[in-house]
T-cell receptor, first 116, second 114 residues
Framework: GAGVSQSPRYKVAKRGQDVALRCDPISGHVSLFWYQQALGQGPEFLTY????????KSGLPSDRFFAERPEGSVSTLKIQRTQQEDSAVYLCASSLVGPGGNYGYTFGSGTRLTVV | AQKITQTQPGMFVQEKEAVTLDCTYDTSDPSYGLFWYKQPSSGEMIFLIY??????QNATEGRYSLNFQKARKSANLVISASQLGDSAMYFCAMREAAGNKLTFGGGTRVLVKP
């Protein structure tokens, strides 16, 4: 597609419920990133994929968070047993090439998760 | 320690005037890139401008320019001739050569007054 597509746009989950957030990157983009953005703050890095390989998951806040990109294109961020502090906007970004240089990151519009 | 610091939580600017948004960064990596993004209320992060650590000249993109002062580790964004549509959150971000991820500052909210 023309841009990075994220779904759902909004998600309300009851505390303890599992959720799955989808990111469809720009076709051919090698790198894919997930960020968490709390209200009024800057995005915080969660995890990074190069093709299907998850090269960095240092930002995942707990073992309740899991991300995958099995075929090197679409990615899913799964949060198990959601808690209120998980409420945030989850942003996905993709880029064409690997490390180094001025390569652009294209962000999706995000999924706003509210845990009640 | 914070890697990216944006000290201005919010700013008002008069339409058609210029505004400078401050950004300081901290890294020991000699090779890095600095980015500015705009985030309107719709939530999407829109790329504005990029500056590489080895670039000799300050980056410019239309009404956006980056005042890069390497020794002071600052990368301020200048928006000239502000428009009402410039009202948004603005984020400074850095990518270090050792990694691929962007590290963001806390953002500055800009409100352009008619």
């Amino acid at each position: 597609g023309a841009g990075v597509s994220q779904s759902p746009r909004y998600k309300v989950a009851k505390r303890g419920q599992d959720v799955a957030l989808r990111c469809d990157p720009i076709s051919g983009h090698v790198s894919l990133f997930w960020y968490q953005q709390a209200l009024g703050q800057g995005p915080e890095f969660l995890t990074y994929f190069q093709n299907e390989a998850q090269l960095d998951k240092s930002g995942l806040p707990s073992d309740r968070f899991f991300a995958e990109r099995p075929e090197g294109s679409v990615s899913t961020l799964k949060i198990q047993r959601t808690q209120q502090e998980d409420s945030a906007v989850y942003l996905c970004a993709s880029s064409l090439v690997g490390p180094g240089g001025n390569y652009g990151y294209t962000f999706g519009s995000g999924t706003r998760l509210t845990v009640v | 320690a914070q890697k990216i610091t944006q000290t201005q939580p919010g700013m008002f600017v008069q339409e058609k005037e210029a505004v400078t948004l401050d950004c300081t960064y901290d890294t020991s990596d000699p090779s890095y890139g600095l980015f500015w993004y705009k985030q309107p209320s719709s939530g999407e992060m829109i790329f504005l401008i990029y500056q590489g650590s080895y670039d000799q000249q300050n980056a410019t993109e239309g009404r956006y320019s980056l005042n890069f002062q390497k020794a002071r580790k600052s990368a301020n964004l200048v928006i000239s001739a502000s428009q009402l549509g410039d009202s948004a959150m603005y984020f400074c971000a850095m990518r270090e050569a050792a990694g691929n991820k962007l590290t963001f500052g806390g953002g500055t909210r800009v409100l352009v007054k008619p």
